[in-house]
């Protein structure tokens, strides 16, 4: 059903003209002191019965939420901290201090807060309404589970501008899931995959940003669902409920609106019957449409498209040349099989790559196009110029060609659709003929015979001979490497000499900067149209590494993400290694940050440069096969391009310095003021040593100041240390360098700082939560203080000193 503009004045007779929607809300008090245990009584019940709060079962544990009793199954509207693991039991203990908080049965394990209020709780309670509410001694409401919705909206909770809804994993599972109903300042309430917030990413919205209002979205009691100004008189209802159903005597209705995991907005209506008949419970609207379930965007993963199965399920398929990431999560996307070279045709070893352009019909993407080709208007124009393009992985035709980036993402079947996609498919085959006959093979193997026979007893002489000298020249001269046991066409980097590079860089003459990696130089390709590159010469490199150095470049070489430094060529000639990388010519974040007389990037712009490392991180940690641990992110690590975009250098060259980073008990590596506590304690090294250091940095992009130059009441103190004294004194706005900054993004890029910033790894989130934490997608707890954080050092009125 489509929405629409309704008067005020009806919109007030329907919410108020029917007296039974008026009833005074019951509710049974719970005192301090009051617990459930998951062992035994697990909920604290509403006066109807229907809703409760307490422990439910989930996977193999529970979780902490309000439920929906229907019938014999539970609907489960609202979950306490969604994205952890279920816990194994315990207790939830309204404690005599006034806070609510979960406590373990195993004593030796930390309790959780499940709601921060500003005063001491005295009293709490679970309403008909389905809302669990803490109140203080006046009975004024302190904190309830309607100002914080997961996935659910209920009769009478809002959803107020610059809030959202997040869809659950699953029905079963209520962890974040893939999708978000996002109310925004705009007045426009819109649903996105999580991650994304470009239009272009929008799969349904309500159209209502040309008004210049702030919109709320509103559930009344009888099922209407509307958007209204609180200012103002404009209303917009989007579904208006059948009111003879909800003013049925023989009958109790109780209305959900829930963003499914499917990413469908679905208002649901619950019918219990008086005459004891079994509930019945009907989907009453829902956006977008369910015959268009493929239209949700992100249904499938990258390079993959979503089509409908003969029995309505969404089914996906990969593009050619690429299978699925992960064969039991086929909704997770698709990596491409072979890969082909930059070098034309240019063959190593026995066999050539050979690449064709494969089409894909009736499919429908989002354009991600690098280049429009000028005047090319066949199809067989198009598969041309991809095809002598080495950089070009995907084409598509419409009514022009444009040459399109990987990842393909929103991919969908669309029946009698114009456009053509065209995917460059590699396959290898062998340089010479493949077939003999069996005569010719036989007399080969008998002529092989003979000379092998005679040659055996030649090379068992001549060997002797050649071990003798062998044993002198080692000592005389230094080890050789062979170039071609390193397939570098089969990752896709050109291989360069060193005599290349060393004109190139007019004899390694101008020093970009140095590191622990080595030192990098900057070049200029004059045979590529004088493209500037810039050249790295590892250093600290171990002896006998020859197959470690080519296994972790071919790792190096294969990770490709917008927010990490692309690598172009190496150099492995003799005992010379170096590696070519694009050329950033904005220089490192620590220019921008910390030098002298230079203005500081706007708060925006900070922000901006922060997400794109997180992003850039979550790709390292998480969606490669084989995690890599960075071991060093600092600000002189990320680089800036043309376009102001930060990306991550030096990722995986950690494994190429003495030492062995598979074996997670290691040396330290990394900068002082940057290093996680497990560095120092010889505990496991993961990729929580980089959430720490990221922490660590995120609080030097807010505030513009280096790590390790704090003191507190005269006592040094880290970065850390100083945010959090800021945070509880009162003085979060003396973090923040420069003007114009968002105070409500502030407290939350602070609080993820501090949380990064935690002593015990597991405590610190994942990068991929760090990066729905930043944009917004999840809400950000209060972080506890750092470990190393003196008690004594609260309230002093010494904030910082530099």
Not at 252 to 263: K, N, P, R, V
Not at 449 to 455: E, K, P, T, Y
Not at 613 to 620: F, H, K, P, W
Not at 780 to 799: I, N
Request: hydrophobic share 35%; charged share 20%; glycine share 8%.
């Amino acid at each position: 059903m489509a929405s629409y503009t309704i008067p005020l004045y009806l919109i007030l007779f329907i919410i108020h003209g029917n007296p039974s929607m008026g009833a005074q809300i019951s509710e049974r008090s719970i005192p301090q002191g009051s617990q459930i245990n998951a062992a035994g009584t697990q909920s604290w019940v509403s006066p109807s019965g229907r809703f409760a709060f307490g422990f439910y079962p989930e996977g193999e544990g529970f979780s902490i939420g309000v439920w929906l009793a229907t019938g014999a199954t539970r609907t489960i509207v609202w979950t306490a901290f969604r994205d952890d693991p279920p816990v194994s039991g315990g207790s939830i203990l309204l404690t005599a201090g006034g806070s609510l908080q979960w406590i373990p049965a195993n004593q030796g394990s930390q309790w959780k807060l499940i709601s921060a209020t500003p005063t001491s709780a005295t009293s709490a309670a679970i309403l008909d309404t389905g809302n669990f509410v803490l109140y203080d001694a006046k009975r004024q409401v302190l904190w309830s589970n309607f100002g914080s919705p997961t996935d659910t909206l209920l009769p009478g909770q809002n959803l107020p501008p610059g809030n959202q809804l997040f869809s659950s994993v699953s029905n079963n599972k209520h962890a974040t899931g893939k999708y978000r109903l996002a109310n925004q300042d705009d007045g426009n309430l819109v649903m996105y995959p999580i991650g994304t917030r470009d239009p272009g990413s929008a799969y349904w919205a309500s159209d209502t940003s040309d008004r210049g209002l702030l919109l709320t979205l509103s559930l009344h009691p009888n099922g209407t669902v509307w958007l209204f100004d609180r200012n103002s008189s404009y209303t917009k209802v989007l579904f208006l409920a059948n009111q003879s159903l909800s003013a049925s005597t023989n009958s109790e209705s109780y209305y959900h609106l829930t963003l499914d995991a499917d990413g469908l907005l679905r208002l649901y209506l619950h019918v219990f019957f008086k005459q004891g008949k079994e509930p019945l419970t009907k989907i009453e609207w829902l956006v977008p449409s369910s015959t268009n379930r493929c239209g949700v965007k992100g249904v499938c993963g990258p390079n993959s498209f979503c089509q409908i199965t003969a029995s309505g399920e969404t089914s996906c398929s990969c593009l050619p040349g690429f299978e699925f990431s992960s064969a039991n999560q086929t909704t997770q996307g698709c990596w491409r099989v072979q890969t082909g070279s930059c070098t034309g045709n240019r063959s190593s070893g026995d066999i050539r790559p050979i690449a064709t352009m494969v089409m894909v019909k009736n499919t429908s993407w989002s354009d991600l196009s690098y280049n429009i080709p000028p005047q090319t208007t066949t199809i067989e124009e198009c598969k041309s110029i991809c095809l002598s393009d080495c950089a070009c992985e995907i084409a598509m035709f419409d009514t022009y060609c444009s040459k399109q980036m990987l990842p393909m993402r929103y991919g969908r079947m669309v029946q009698g659709s114009n456009t053509m996609l065209f995917v460059k498919v590699y396959s290898y085959e062998p340089k010479g003929p493949i077939r003999k006959t069996r005569s010719s093979v036989s007399v080969s193997m008998l002529i092989s015979g003979s000379v092998l026979a005679i040659f055996s007893i030649v090379v068992l002489t001549v060997s002797v001979v050649l071990c003798k000298r062998h044993q002198l020249l080692r000592y005389t001269r230094a080890p050789q490497h062979q170039d071609t046991e390193f397939d570098e066409e089969s990752i896709g980097i050109r291989s360069y000499s060193f005599h290349d590079l060393e004109l190139s860089t007019d004899g390694f003459a101008q020093e970009l900067g140095r590191g622990a990696y080595g030192t990098v130089f900057r070049g200029v390709l004059a045979n590529s149209g004088n493209k500037v590159i810039a050249v790295k010469r590892l250093e600290r490199m171990a002896e006998n590494r020859e197959r470690e150095f080519q296994r972790e470049v071919r790792a190096i070489a294969r990770t490709h993400h917008r927010n990490l430094v692309c690598l172009l060529g190496i150099c492995n000639e003799s005992t010379y290694r170096l590696l070519v990388y694009e050329y950033m010519p904005n220089g490192s974040l620590t220019n921008l940050l910390f030098k002298p007389d230079t203005p500081l990037p706007s708060w925006s712009k900070r922000v901006a440069i922060a997400l794109d490392v997180a992003r850039g991180l979550q790709y390292l940690h998480e969606e490669i096969d084989v995690p890599i641990i960075h071991c060093d992110i600092k600000p002189e690590n990320i680089l800036i391009d043309s376009s102001g975009m930060a990306k991550i250098a030096d990722f995986g060259l950690a494994k190429l310095l003495v030492g062995n980073q598979t074996k997670t008990f290691t040396g330290i590596r990394g900068t002082r003021g940057y290093l996680a506590p497990e560095w120092s304690k010889n505990n496991a090294i993961t990729v929580k040593v980089d959430v720490y250091s990221f922490g660590v940095m995120l609080l030097e992009i807010i505030s513009c100041k280096k790590s390790m130059q704090f003191k507190m009441a005269g006592e040094e103190c880290n970065i850390s240390e100083w945010a959090y004294e800021c945070v509880v004194s009162g003085g979060l706005k003396e973090v923040a360098a420069g003007e114009d900054v968002d105070e409500i993004e502030l407290e939350r890029m602070v609080k993820i700082g501090i949380w990064c910033t935690q002593n015990e790894p597991v405590t610190r989130p994942s990068m991929k939560n760090v990066v729905l934490m930043m944009e917004g997608s999840v809400q950000v707890r209060h972080p506890p203080p750092p470990a190393s954080y003196s008690q004594s050092l609260l309230h002093t009125g010494s904030r910082g000193e530099i």
